[in-house]
């Protein structure tokens, strides 16, 4: 018989009030509130904190309050920025590209749940992996929700509620985030 551990990692319906994933949350909150409270000039130490929540991370720069569920589900390419406020719930994988930068306030969610409240009152949830690109940017307050990819080089625009996919070098505002345009490589912040 499959763990609710093994069924959340294989994308199954699991029971989130399992003892194991409750203990695994309760760690990586500890993390997080350990990193929480490094001062900016312990650098080191921040990093420590970082490679012992995150499956994998290259010298990010999170800005506190960072918050997540395990930890161990999240790997950030080269480069990363988070902006203060970030919340990446990671039932399921959140793969994050090289040069990605986050505004202050984005929440990353791979965790869903039932619509019947029988089910919810068990703890039934499913999560679905988020990936996102390369060189994205996800503006202040944006929501990223279960099982959404967003292609390289995309702008989220702050507020934003992303509920589908979004093709790489695209525009995409509003609730629900809906592209308005492509993003051309020539544009600079000029224009």
């Keep these: ?10 994308g199954e319906i699991y029971n ?14 500890a ?5 929480n409270q490094l001062h900016p000039d312990q650098k ?13 991370a290259v010298k990010p720069t999170i800005e506190p309050m960072f918050q997540c569920d395990y930890g161990y589900n999240i790997q950030l390419g080269a480069n990363f920025y988070a902006n203060h406020n970030c919340t ?12 990605v930068m986050l505004g202050p306030g984005v929440t990353i969610s ?24 390369n060189n994205v940017w ?22 934003a509620v992303v509920t589908t996919d979004i093709a790489i070098n695209s525009l995409a505002v509003g609730v629900p985030a809906t592209v308005i345009r492509k993003i051309e490589s020539t544009e600079s912040t000029e224009d």
Excluded: W
């Design 1 to 10: 018989m499959k763990t609710d551990k093994k069924k959340m990692l294989s």
């Design 16 to 29: 989130a009030l399992d003892s194991e994933l409750a203990n695994e949350r309760k760690r990586a909150k």
């Design 31 to 35: 993390l997080c509130f350990e990193y």
């Design 44 to 56: 080191g130490k921040r990093q420590q904190k970082l490679s012992s929540l995150l499956a994998k």
């Design 88 to 99: 990446i719930l990671d039932g399921a994988p959140v793969t994050i590209g090289d040069n």
């Design 110 to 133: 791979t965790t869903t749940h039932p619509l019947s409240a029988a089910s919810r009152n068990q703890g039934l949830t499913e999560a679905k992996p988020v990936t996102i690109g």
């Design 138 to 159: 996800i503006g202040m307050g944006a929501q990223i929700l279960p099982g959404v990819n967003i292609g390289d080089n995309a702008v989220i625009a702050a507020g």
